[in-house]
């Protein structure tokens, strides 16, 4: 910064009786030590106004100051005089305002900063005891659930188990007949009912050859067939009953011929129903024919599935 007079900046002046100071970086012209400014313009001791007091003023502080830049460095200090780096805008401020932080390498070399030095304090000597476990606090709610993930390897076989207890044996129903008439039958009255006198099955005799019905003690669906021969130029009608319903007929026209004639069919028994053949009589003469030595009529059912098992 330089020096205003009233008519603005004065332009800088050599001083009478003073060496000349060179401002070239590094070097000096004389005793004086090395300045960093460029020139003497840019120094705010040289830099005066063009006033005759200022001039004057100059002149009397000029020996003062010849005598301070004269001495040594060393001697600086004894007069009492602040040091006061001089500063400039190129290089780092010559001695440093820290001396403590930076170290001179050379007479010729800038200053360096020394490094620095952290202390560390050690932690565990200063840590407490162990305190003790505190209260447990709430859970949490629960997340949502996840994504099914994918399926998993196949386990090894397992060993064989032990055999376990027997079973209760199974208890199925059984219910089945076959019976038969060696003789031949006329019929007598308009409804008539047709005894057998053979018995080939009858399970826990549920069939009464006498009255020629099959009392039913195991519900479920039962198949019925009936054969018969017929007598030749006699017609032949007979019905299945079930309790007093038909449920089937067997009918033969008269012929010269015999022949044999069969009916069969599937019907549902409730227990208590009766099954039985009943021979019908219309204007004609009914018969059947039979004889001593072969078979010729039958009646037979069984149990196809009962009511528990449907």
């Known amino acids: 910064m330089q020096l205003s007079g009233p008519n603005g900046p004065s332009p800088p002046r050599q001083l009478p009786g003073l060496p000349t100071v060179s401002h070239r970086q590094g070097s000096t012209a004389?005793?004086?030590p090395t300045c960093p400014l460029r020139s003497l313009s840019s120094c705010p001791i040289f830099s005066l106004p063009s006033c005759p007091l200022y001039q004057t003023l100059a002149q009397m502080a000029a020996p003062a100051l010849l005598l301070l830049l004269v001495l040594p460095a060393g001697a600086w200090p004894g007069l009492g005089l602040p040091r006061r780096?001089?500063?400039?805008c190129c290089r780092?401020?010559?001695p440093p305002a820290a001396p403590g932080s930076f170290a001179h390498r050379s007479d010729g070399d800038e200053w360096v900063r020394l490094p620095r030095v952290q202390p560390t304090i050690n932690i565990s000597i200063l840590k407490g005891e162990k305190g003790e476990a505190g209260v447990r606090g709430?859970?949490?709610r629960s997340g949502k659930e996840g994504p099914p993930g994918s399926q998993g390897l196949q386990g090894r076989k397992g060993q064989k188990g032990q055999v376990g207890p027997p079973g209760t044996p199974c208890q199925r129903a059984y219910a089945a007949f076959s019976v038969?008439?060696?003789e031949g039958l006329?019929?007598?009255d308009a409804l008539q009912a047709v005894p057998f006198d053979t018995e080939l099955v009858n399970l826990d005799g549920a069939f009464d050859l006498a009255s020629g019905r099959f009392l039913c003690t195991v519900p479920g669906v039962?198949?019925?067939s009936l054969n018969v021969h017929t007598w030749n130029y006699k017609e032949t009608y007979l019905h299945i009953m079930c309790n007093r319903q038909a449920t089937a007929v067997l009918y033969a026209q008269p012929s010269e011929r015999s022949v044999m004639q069969t009916q069969s069919l599937l019907l549902s028994l409730a227990t208590g129903d009766t099954v039985w053949v009943r021979m019908f009589q219309r204007d004609r003469d009914n018969a059947i024919y039979g004889e001593h030595g072969d078979l010729y009529i039958?009646?037979?059912?069984h149990l196809v599935k009962p009511d528990a098992e449907l």
């Not at 780096?85 to 400039?88: D, G, L, Q």
């Open 30 to 32: 004389g005793a004086f």
């Open 85 to 88: 780096p001089c500063v400039h």
């Open 92 to 94: 780092p401020a010559w």
């Open 138 to 140: 709430r859970s949490g």
């Open 180 to 182: 038969g008439r060696r």
């Open 186 to 188: 006329h019929s007598s």
């Open 222 to 224: 039962y198949f019925l």
């Open 298 to 301: 039958t009646f037979s059912g």
